[in-house]
């Protein structure tokens, strides 16, 4: 016969202790896969706005935008004051007006709201290079009608070409 006290196994505080520990790797490691999604959904968010961004460039450069400066050379868009091309360009880059504000253009992308300010400007060093300035600014929608802005590029037009 076999006495009680010679049987090898786990205590109750072995296994308390092991599920414990357990329970603690496990959590770092979930913590962990959140970081990375939230990590991957911002990622997300600022590729598409550079995607955003260089389709506006590219039809800015395509656009009859450089037309309009061409022939009216000698206005001065300060960058004190700079002209918001953003309604010229709705139609062209298929984006709509915001009813809220006519300077911004919306477009939709991935279920998001995408929000664009598409500015031009010059200064003296740049009016004698026959340079344009062109600012474009990004935000996208969260809940409850807040913005988080994602993306901001500057890029130079030259109408002496």
């Given at each position: 016969m076999?006495?009680?006290?010679?049987?090898?196994?786990?205590t109750l505080l072995e296994v308390l202790l092991s599920i414990v520990i357990l329970s603690i790797i496990i959590l770092s490691f979930l913590s962990f896969f959140s970081q990375a999604l939230l990590h991957s959904i911002r990622?997300?968010?600022?590729?598409?706005?550079?995607n955003v961004a260089e389709s506006i460039l590219y039809n800015v450069e395509n656009s009859s935008i450089i037309d309009l400066l061409e022939s009216t050379p000698n206005i001065n868009y300060s960058c004190q004051n700079p002209l918001s091309i953003s309604s010229f360009l709705a139609d062209e880059l298929n984006f709509t007006t915001d009813s809220q504000d006519p300077n911004r253009l919306v477009t939709e992308m991935n279920n998001r709201?995408?929000?664009t300010y598409i500015n031009i400007c010059q200064n003296t060093n740049e009016n004698s290079l026959d340079l344009?300035?062109?600012h474009i600014k990004i935000s996208h929608s969260l809940t409850n009608d807040k913005e988080r802005f994602i993306y901001d590029t500057f890029h130079y037009i030259n109408i002496g070409e």
């Amino acid at each position: 016969m076999k006495n009680i006290n010679e049987e090898k196994g786990f205590t109750l505080l072995e296994v308390l202790l092991s599920i414990v520990i357990l329970s603690i790797i496990i959590l770092s490691f979930l913590s962990f896969f959140s970081q990375a999604l939230l990590h991957s959904i911002r990622e997300e968010d600022n590729l598409t706005g550079m995607n955003v961004a260089e389709s506006i460039l590219y039809n800015v450069e395509n656009s009859s935008i450089i037309d309009l400066l061409e022939s009216t050379p000698n206005i001065n868009y300060s960058c004190q004051n700079p002209l918001s091309i953003s309604s010229f360009l709705a139609d062209e880059l298929n984006f709509t007006t915001d009813s809220q504000d006519p300077n911004r253009l919306v477009t939709e992308m991935n279920n998001r709201k995408y929000f664009t300010y598409i500015n031009i400007c010059q200064n003296t060093n740049e009016n004698s290079l026959d340079l344009y300035r062109l600012h474009i600014k990004i935000s996208h929608s969260l809940t409850n009608d807040k913005e988080r802005f994602i993306y901001d590029t500057f890029h130079y037009i030259n109408i002496g070409e």
